[in-house]
C-alpha cells in the first residue's frame, strides 16, 4: 500500500489557473472521492497526480518518491477512464494482460494474472470474447481490471461509472468499494455524483473553483458543512435568511413576517457556522430534513416557516413539494397528500440547520420539483 502527497499544486491552462495551490494526503490503503461540479479541477488535479497533465507548481510523492516531472510510466499509478479506453481489436483477456505485455511479464505469469483479474471481476467464461461484445458493466469490469494487473500504487477513477445506466452504476459502486478494501489498494476516484461519493469514498474532498473546500469523512461534510457552497452541494440548498443573535447554549431568532421567534438549542457538535454576535445569517437545509404540518399545530422548540403549497410533485417514496414562503419557494418532502393551494408550515428541526453569515447579495434560484432534482 502507497500514500500519496500532494503540496501546493498549481495547474494552469493558458492565463487561468485550474488548480491554484492544492494539497491532499492520501494514507495507504485509502478510498479518496474528489467531488465537484463540472470545471472544478477535480479531473485536472487526477491527471497531474497520473502525469497526464504537467504542473506549474507544486510537488507531487507517491510511496516517499517525488514524481512531479516524472512520466506516467514511471509513476506505478493505473487509470481507470470514463470512456473504457478499451482496444476494441482484443479480447477481453488480452486487454486485461495488455499492460503486462508492455512491461515484458512472461506469458504464463500474464495468463495467471489474467486469469486471476477475471475470477475477482465475474468475468469468468468471457476471457476469449470480444470486448466490443460485452455490456457496459462488464467492459467497465475489464478496464478495471486492466488497472489492477500491473498491481499500481495508486489506482486512479476517472469517473468510471457516468457511462452507465442506474442500476449497473449502483451495482459496480459497491462491487469496486469491496474490491478495493479486499485488495487493500489506494485509490482516488473522481466524481460529480454526490451519493458516490458518500456510499464509495472513506473522504471525500470537495472541490470548488480550483481550491478544496473541504476534505472529510461522508459524514462529517454531510452533518458539518464547512461553507455556504459545501452546504448547497451536499443538498442543502433551501436558504432562509434569519436575524439571529448566539447565547451561551442557544440560537436566539428574532420574529419575522413569515416566523416566530424562537430559541434553537445549539448542540454538542453543531457550531451554526456563523452566529458569533448578532446579525442575518443565511440558514440552510436540506428538503428532505424538514416536514410539513398544518399551521395550528407546530411543535415550539423548531423553526416554523408560513406558506403556501404551489408545486406538487411524487418523484417516488414520497410527495415533494414547493412551498411560496414570502417571495421565496422551498423544496420539503412529506408523507401526506396535499393539494396546491393549503396553508401549510415548514417545520425545521435545530440539528437539520446549517447557518452561515448572510450574502448581502443572493441571487434568488427558482427550485424544480422533478426527478431531475435529486441528483
Known amino acids: 500500500m502507497a500514500e500519496l502527497h500532494v503540496e501546493d499544486l498549481t495547474v494552469a491552462y493558458g492565463g487561468s489557473r485550474v488548480l491554484d495551490g492544492v494539497s491532499l494526503h492520501v494514507r495507504p490503503g485509502e478510498f479518496v472521492a474528489l467531488l465537484g461540479s463540472s470545471g472544478c479541477g477535480k479531473t485536472t488535479l487526477l491527471r497531474a497526480v497520473s502525469g497526464f497533465v504537467p504542473v506549474d507548481g507544486g510537488r507531487i510523492a507517491i510511496a516517499g518518491q517525488d514524481v512531479t516531472r516524472a512520466p506516467p510510466e514511471r509513476r506505478d499509478t493505473a487509470m481507470v477512464f470514463q470512456s473504457y479506453a478499451l482496444w476494441p481489436h482484443m479480447t477481453t483477456a488480452q486487454n486485461i494482460g495488455y499492460g503486462l505485455k508492455l512491461r515484458r511479464w512472461p506469458r504464463p505469469r500474464i495468463a495467471e494474472r489474467v486469469a486471476e483479474m477475471l475470477r475477482l471481476l465475474k468475468l469468468d467464461g468471457l476471457a476469449d470474447r470480444n470486448v466490443t461484445q ?111 443573535v448566539r447565547t451561551a447554549g442557544a440560537l436566539e431568532i428574532a420574529a419575522g413576517p413569515d416566523h416566530d421567534a424562537v430559541r434553537l438549542p445549539l448542540g454538542d457538535d453543531r457550531a451554526y457556522g456563523a452566529a458569533t454576535a448578532e446579525g442575518p445569517v443565511d440558514a440552510h437545509f436540506r428538503t428532505e430534513a424538514a416536514r410539513l404540518a398544518a399551521p395550528g399545530a407546530v411543535p415550539a422548540d423548531a423553526l416554523v416557516l408560513r406558506g403556501r403549497i404551489t408545486q406538487t410533485a411524487y418523484p417516488g417514496g414520497r410527495w415533494r413539494y414547493g412551498v411560496a414562503v414570502g417571495g421565496t419557494v422551498f423544496l420539503v418532502d412529506d408523507d401526506e397528500r396535499r393539494t396546491v393551494g393549503d396553508a401549510v408550515a415548514i417545520v425545521i428541526q435545530p440539528s437539520a440547520l446549517h447557518c452561515f453569515p448572510a450574502r448581502r447579495e443572493r441571487p434568488e434560484a427558482t427550485p424544480t420539483i422533478w426527478p431531475n432534482h435529486l441528483a
Open 134 to 244: 460485452l455490456s457496459g458493466g462488464q467492459r467497465q469490469r475489464v478496464a478495471l481490471g486492466r488497472a489492477l494487473a500491473v498491481k499500481p500504487d495508486i489506482l486512479l477513477l476517472d469517473e468510471p461509472l457516468s457511462n452507465l445506466d442506474a442500476r449497473i452504476r449502483l451495482e459496480l459502486r459497491h462491487e469496486i468499494r469491496a474490491l478495493q478494501q479486499r485488495l487493500g489498494i489506494t485509490a482516488v476516484h473522481v466524481t460529480h455524483d454526490r451519493e458516490e461519493a458518500m456510499v464509495m469514498a472513506d473522504r471525500i474532498v470537495i472541490l470548488n473553483a480550483g481550491t478544496i473546500a473541504q476534505i472529510g469523512t461522508p459524514e462529517e461534510i454531510y452533518r458539518r458543512p464547512a461553507s455556504p457552497f459545501v452546504a448547497s452541494f451536499l443538498g442543502a440548498d433551501n436558504v432562509v435568511t434569519l436575524h439571529a
